[in-house]
């Protein structure tokens, strides 16, 4: 099977029928919007009205995640962060604000990205190979990494971003009409997005979609716990072992993340991790093998890692790419610790792009980059041993 990334609607000319011109692309590019999903909304593609990306839309909704300080003040209490907003104040994440003696979220059916991908750049490589997931995001975020990689779209406000009015039934009657199979929250941060992730996710479900979040994990239970019984999957950015690093490159906390990673295993969902390793940062050798002796005790061996390469970016440029050899040694260290599925990000062409049995080392699901070349299971097992891959295949 072979998977050719692509824009929702498909490739158009300048002279697109939409009216989505050239300019307008350039446009929203500069203004932080994901270029590639203007005319995601084309005719054809969606039963909703055609539509380009707005610039300052403010999806304004009521949130059940606050609670009175009892000074006047409203406390958010979706993230650890936990800021506590005197009225017209906006929370760290740019998108959470006390208006009116309430607190309502900005990024309700709002989102600057819609835009249809293999699965496998979600990243999930247990899930469906070969399908296409509908994904989804609005500016906003919790945290503040130094390395984001769509820092113009998550850390900013609503106003400062293009984005469509697409409200959370509009969203899934779109992704069922683009042919996806499932329901993607992430590129960006969707905890930033959190009710407007949980409406969608419910009429998902109901509508036979597949629902997926890539995510930071940076949120507090009980939140966390709404959210879960309507996930197939989760992948969340464990950004490193490191309490410092954390504080230093990312503005949070270790444990929150931690707990959330925990909290999803337990729950059954599927569950996936990626580490991004930056050199000279979070590229330690022992810290990797505490970061893998810790996944196998806490979460088993069977839960897939993606080890990421990064490149210069952001507020970081002055880095250079992590070296492959880089990668391949925390690779080394991550199968010696004794986890089954360890990939390589970001490097086209390597062999930690393919699932391995673990039984007999043959060669399960063969990828080049994100296209699926190749898969060798009888029902969910190595189809020369017989070992069970852990995922869902069908």
């Known amino acids: 099977m072979h998977q050719r990334r692509n824009t929702v609607s498909g490739e158009r000319s300048s002279a697109s029928p939409t009216g989505v011109s050239r300019r307008d692309v350039l446009r929203a590019a500069a203004l932080g919007a994901c270029a590639l999903c203007l005319g995601a909304l084309g005719p054809g593609t969606t039963p909703a009205r055609a539509q380009s990306a707005q610039p ?11 609670e009175p300080t009892g000074d006047g003040r409203l406390r958010c209490t979706l993230c650890p962060r936990r800021c506590e907003l005197a009225e017209g104040e906006r929370g760290g994440c740019r998108v959470r604000e006390h208006r009116g003696g309430s607190g309502h979220t900005l990024a309700y059916g709002n989102p600057s990205l ?19 997931a509908l994904s ?13 990689e769509v820092w113009d779209m998550a850390l900013v406000a609503p ?33 930033a997005f959190f009710e407007y992730m949980v409406d969608a996710a419910a009429l998902a ?8 979040v890539h995510t930071s994990g940076y949120v507090e239970e009980a939140p966390l716990a709404t959210l879960t019984p309507l996930l197939d999957g989760a992948n969340v ?21 931690l707990r959330s990673i925990r909290s999803l295993n337990r729950s059954g969902v599927h569950l996936e991790l990626t580490n991004l390793l930056i050199p000279t ?38 880095l250079p790419p992590t070296p492959v050899s880089t990668i391949d040694r925390a690779r080394a260290i991550a199968f010696e610790e004794g986890l089954h599925y360890v990939y390589v990000a970001r490097v086209t062409g390597h062999e930690g792009e ?30 020369e041993c017989g070992t069970a891959i852990v995922g869902s295949w069908n």
């Open 159 to 191: 106003e400062e971003v293009m984005a469509y009015d697409l409200p959370p039934q509009a969203l899934v009657d779109h992704a069922l009409a683009v042919g996806a199979t499932s329901l993607n929250f992430g590129f960006g941060e969707p905890v």
């Open 354 to 383: 393919n699932t391995f049995c673990p039984g007999c080392g043959a060669s399960a699901i063969a990828r080049l980059g994100f296209m699926v070349e190749e898969v060798a299971l009888d029902d969910g097992r190595c189809a």
């Open 136 to 148: 989804v995001s609005t500016a906003g975020c919790p945290i503040a990494c130094r390395f984001c």
């Open 56 to 66: 300052g839309l403010i999806g304004r909704a009521p949130s059940p995640w606050f």
């Open 114 to 132: 819609v835009q249809l991908d293999p699965v496998e750049r979600t990243p999930f490589f247990h899930l469906l190979p070969g399908t296409r």
């Open 237 to 257: 950015d464990l950004k490193s072992f490191d309490e410092g690093f954390y504080r230093d490159m990312c503005a949070a906390e270790l444990a929150p993340v």
């Open 205 to 212: 479900r109901a509508a036979g979609l597949r629902v997926l």
């Open 281 to 318: 940062l979070n590229d330690d050798p022992e810290q990797v093998r505490a970061m893998c002796r810790w996944i196998v005790r806490e979460l088993g061996p069977d839960v897939p890692l993606h080890l990421a390469r990064f490149y210069p970016l952001y507020q970081l440029a002055n």
